[in-house]
């Protein structure tokens, strides 16, 4: 199992940009499909993006496509999630997970274990 590191998060403006970053470390990085989640106060945890493992397929929820993108970089066991055009509403604990299916599904994924995550928060 690849243990997880997120970074990158902080306080910006709406219509910011923030890149995360999330560093495995352990097991064979490019073996899992990679994504990222979000939780806001009082929300449940939901789904943001899913990369492939060579990084070719990705999978965006509605409300992010268009200003988030993922990528990874095997050789550096990491995951991004670059965030333009950020709002509010993306104000949330963002974290990244690792899997060994098929990245479609990585949505739907019932994951056992969390890291601590990185706190984005947009505002004024």
């Known amino acids: 199992q690849v243990q997880l590191v997120e970074s990158g998060g902080g306080l910006v403006q709406p219509g910011g940009s923030l890149r995360l970053s999330c560093a495995g470390a352990g097991s064979d990085f490019s073996s899992y499909v990679m994504g990222w989640f979000r939780q806001a106060p009082g929300k449940e945890r939901d789904f943001v993006a899913a990369?492939?493992?060579?990084?070719?397929?990705?999978d965006y929820a509605d409300s992010v496509k268009g200003r988030f993108t993922i990528s990874r970089d095997n050789a550096k066991n990491t995951v991004y999630l670059q965030m333009n055009s950020l709002r509010p509403e993306d104000t949330a604990v963002y974290y990244c997970?690792?899997?060994?299916?098929?990245?479609?599904?990585?949505?739907?994924?019932?994951?056992?274990?969390w890291g601590q995550g990185t706190q984005v928060t947009v505002s004024s």
């Open positions: 990369i492939s493992r060579t990084g070719t397929t990705t």
């Open positions: 997970n690792a899997d060994s299916g098929i990245t479609a599904r990585f949505k739907n994924v019932s994951f056992r274990s």
